[in-house]
């Protein structure tokens, strides 16, 4: 079965550049949204945006103008650059799996906690 | 933007229904799920498509979306569907959480 597991590191300093890569495991990438979503301390969970295999992104319009996913076939891993972090940006971020058909996450990843602290 | 609510909390007797909804402009023109997400765990699908459950999923667990409103139900709710719930929405473009619903079964 397939399985996500994101890495990265868990503190960056703000105005710097959040980076974490997804590594899928178990199944191809193809014919799937390849999403980033996370949640906030004490907070609900907050979609950041998704590719898709073949490369078209779609991201959340508030987080738009600081986000990039890429999505590396070759190595089945995903990537996402968040910039200008500042301490709002201190969230558990999940890597997910989504059906094209009717974006349901059925697969995620155990989440990775990162901290935005000088 | 688009947004969709929830109650912060529900409460239901074990073996007793519980309803949890979601509320958005025209959400029923959307499809919409549902995750469970217990302490510690990453969400769980319970419900796609509206109303359709994944393999693994206890029937008790339902769903529906007409209108303005998606509604999970858990039908003789167990300890164990203690969790918060969030619903979701995809209009084919962006996706958007609601803010998330304690169930607590006492």
């Known amino acids: 079965q397939v399985q996500l597991q994101e890495s990265g590191p868990g503190l960056v300093k703000p105005s710097e550049t959040l980076s974490l890569t997804c590594t899928v495991s178990g199944g191809s990438m193809f014919s799937y949204f390849w999403s980033w979503i996370r949640q906030p301390p004490g907070k609900g969970l907050e979609w950041i945006g998704h590719m898709y295999y073949s490369g078209s992104t779609n991201y959340n319009p508030s987080l738009k103008s600081r986000v990039t996913i890429s999505v590396d076939t070759s190595k089945n891993q995903f990537s996402l650059k968040l910039s200008s972090v500042t301490a709002a940006d201190t969230a558990v971020y999940y890597c997910?799996?989504?059906?094209?058909?009717?974006?349901?996450?059925?697969?995620w990843g155990q989440g990775t906690t990162v901290t935005v602290s000088s | 933007s688009y947004e969709l609510t929830q109650p912060p909390s529900v409460s239901v007797s074990p073996g007793q229904t519980a309803s949890i909804t979601c509320s958005g402009d025209k959400l029923g023109d959307r499809f919409a799920c549902w995750y469970q997400r217990k302490p510690g765990q990453s969400p769980v699908l319970v419900i796609y498509h509206n109303s359709r459950r994944p393999s693994g999923i206890p029937e008790r667990f339902s769903g529906s979306n007409s209108g303005n409103t998606a509604t999970l139900t858990i039908s003789g709710t167990q300890t164990m569907d203690e969790a918060d719930y969030y619903c979701q929405a995809w209009d084919r473009s962006t996706v958007v959480f609601g803010g998330g619903t304690k169930l607590t079964v006492l």
């Open positions: 997910a799996r989504a059906a094209v058909l009717h974006y349901a996450v059925d697969v």
